[in-house]
């Protein structure tokens, strides 16, 4: 089994739909990270978390939520989906501080379509 | 200016030659990089990561810093074509936090 698992793989949508995506990880790692990746654009951070009490938005955190249910746990929430959201979501993980924290742990990624 | 910045390709290469990619980065980051490589339609995974000015090698892969010029380079010596991918340069940054990557490049290296 895979050490951090994405659900759902794959979701197509409409506009103004709520959606979840779940990250849940076995690697033991604090740190929870959720990217959205777009062509051309790279891997742009959304949310992070160090614990299950802390919370910090990314570049990109407007349109989006998040919940630590448990220190495996790391929810990515769109209130109400619109099409600029389509791209491909990653969670990832990371041990602590240092140069440890630049070593993510990614998930096979969730691809959203929003019609 | 972007934290990273990269040239996004494609960068075609034949089979045996070096490849050669390049990353630049703003002051807003922390004085550690990473490389990240990303075949098409899977996650990213990290092949090497420097710290200190100059060159870090494992392997095929050579990692280059340069912190007067601001720059990060990996080379990659008798490219492959299973080297074919996006390399992603990233930066740790708000303290050593955060993780920031730059747009990637696409390599591509050809028979």
């Known amino acids: 089994d895979a050490d951090v698992t994405q659900t759902p793989r794959n979701r197509i949508t409409k506009t103004g739909k709520r959606i979840m995506l779940e990250c849940s990880q076995t690697k033991g790692h604090d740190r929870m990270y959720w990217y959205r990746q777009d062509p051309g654009l790279g891997l742009r951070l959304i949310y992070y978390?160090?614990?299950?009490?802390?919370?910090n938005k990314g570049e990109i955190s407007d349109g989006y939520s998040v919940s630590r249910q448990a220190q495996a746990k790391f929810s990515l929430s769109l209130e109400s989906a619109i099409p600029n959201q389509t791209a491909l979501y990653f969670c990832?993980?990371?041990?602590f501080g240092g140069g440890a924290a630049g070593e993510l742990f990614f998930g096979e990624g969730s691809r959203l379509t929003v019609l | 200016q972007k934290e990273v910045e990269q040239n996004s390709g494609p960068l075609s290469v034949p089979e045996g030659a070096i490849a050669s990619l390049n990353c630049t980065y703003s002051d807003r980051v922390s004085q550690s990089f990473f490389w990240y490589r990303q075949y098409s339609g899977k996650s990213p995974e990290l092949i090497m990561s420097?710290?200190?000015?100059g060159d870090k090698e494992d392997g095929r892969f050579t990692a280059q810093l340069n912190k007067a010029s601001q720059y990060v380079s990996l080379l990659i010596r008798d490219s492959q074509p299973s080297d074919s991918a996006t390399y992603l340069c990233a930066a740790l940054s708000g303290g050593y936090n955060k993780l920031i990557f730059g747009a990637g490049t696409r390599l591509a290296v050809h028979p």
């Open positions: 978390s160090f614990d299950v009490k802390d919370i």
């Open positions: 990832a993980t990371s041990d």
């Open positions: 420097i710290y200190s000015n």
